[in-house]
């Protein structure tokens, strides 16, 4: 049974930096997708960025440059650095993987993904 722990959010001002964690386990899958997504309340769930087991990683264009999406494979876990926060980043973040590898352009669409983490909160004040 898979299972994803996202852990790390928190709140911040403007312009700080967070780190978050998801803890996965349950899964021994050779080829697949994990990401990282947000939802602010009101708005549809959004793709930050992803990370594939053949390495690639991608970014949405308005975090380009801030945040950095990385895996500890001797972990099992995923990692998202995020640095410049902005208000309007504040949201639900949570991470979710698929067993398979996904074509470039589906790679932070939330609908490809199958497993899911409860999330954690991000605030960040102006």
């Known amino acids: 049974q898979v299972q994803l722990v996202e852990s790390g959010g928190g709140s911040v001002q403007s312009g700080g930096s967070l780190r978050l964690s998801c803890a996965a386990s349950g899964y021994t899958y050779s080829n697949y997708c994990m990401g990282w997504f947000r939802q602010a309340p009101g708005n549809e769930r959004e793709g930050v960025a992803s990370?594939?087991?053949?390495?690639?990683?991608k970014y949405a264009d308005s975090v380009k440059g801030r945040f950095t999406i990385s895996q500890d494979n001797a972990k099992n876990t995923l990692y998202l650095q995020m640095n410049g926060l902005k208000a309007e980043e504040t949201a639900m973040y949570s991470c979710a993987l698929v067993d398979q590898f996904l074509p470039w352009g589906w790679r932070t669409l939330p609908g490809r993904y199958k497993y899911w983490g409860q999330g954690t909160q991000v605030t960040v004040s102006s």
């Open positions: 990370f594939c087991s053949d390495g690639i990683t």
